[in-house]
């Protein structure tokens, strides 16, 4: 490698080396016993927990469905073969998810026949969907310690089942023009389990109390984002590799 430009490669040089260091920095457990980007995650987390509370708009929703009876075919699908190439464990995998499911939806208040993997769910879509809000929002409220106990533990992993079941229910009600059912399953999927399921033993914070580490790791993610790209293109120029525009044609 042929170096014409000694300055502005060592220039790139000192760059790299400096970013890298910190890169290490950030890599290890210096912030709590958690790595920078562990720490930057939690932090983000608690911050948008806070913005992630659509409770009541989900209820106003929910009120429009009670009453209506619901009477499906549902299939839980295998795992990508990609994920797990054995057939047989892929059946068992599907056959086990849809029991975990059809135990869910029973406790929400549907009568469910399951064999295999496809589930016949009978019930009042208005008392699923309310029942299945509730347990969002008590798990949605759990954090700290309290996301260590037992009962808590089965909640949050009954959020997975019923979003598992409710995300199965849909293409079905689809077919059959029932396409309002669906967008009230749809929407308690994602305004409800899945912000419980995601925040569960998350403590929400204020974004104004915690304006100035946010706006330093804003600040710092642009500067580190361009410290590496100056790197690279001074360590390139200093070899004689660059971007110029092209002469124009006579």
Do not use: C
Not at 48 to 65: A, M, R
Not at 168 to 181: D, F, R, Y
Not at 184 to 210: Q, R
């Amino acid at each position: 490698m042929m170096i014409v430009n000694k300055g502005t490669f060592t220039k790139g040089v000192l760059l790299m080396v400096s970013f890298l260091v910190v890169f290490m920095l950030i890599m290890s457990p210096l912030f709590g016993g958690k790595t920078g980007l562990e720490f930057s995650d939690d932090f983000f987390n608690r911050l948008s927990k806070n913005s992630s509370d659509y409770f009541e708009e989900v209820k106003t929703g929910i009120e429009k469905q009670k009453g209506k009876q619901l009477a499906v075919t549902a299939t839980i699908a295998k795992p990508d073969p990609k994920d797990e190439a054995d057939p047989a464990k892929a059946t068992a995998i599907a056959n086990k998810k849809a029991a975990d499911v059809a135990k869910a939806l029973t406790a929400a208040g549907a009568t469910v026949d399951v064999k295999d993997n496809v589930l016949n769910v009978k019930g009042d879509l208005g008392s699923m969907l309310s029942f299945a809000a509730t347990k969002a929002k008590d798990v949605f409220m759990v954090v700290g310690p309290a996301a260590e106990t037992p009962e808590n533990k089965a909640n949050h992993k009954l959020l997975k089942d019923l979003w598992t079941g409710f995300s199965a229910l849909i293409k079905p009600l689809q077919k059959e023009g029932k396409v309002a059912e669906a967008k009230a399953l749809d929407a308690v999927m994602k305004k409800a389990l899945e912000p419980g399921y995601n925040f569960y033993g998350i403590e929400g914070e204020s974004v104004t109390k915690n304006i100035f580490l946010l706006s330093f790791l804003l600040i710092f993610y642009v500067i580190y984002t361009m410290w590496y790209g100056y790197a690279i293109f001074f360590m390139f120029d200093g070899i004689g590799l660059s971007m110029k525009k092209s002469k124009k044609k006579a």
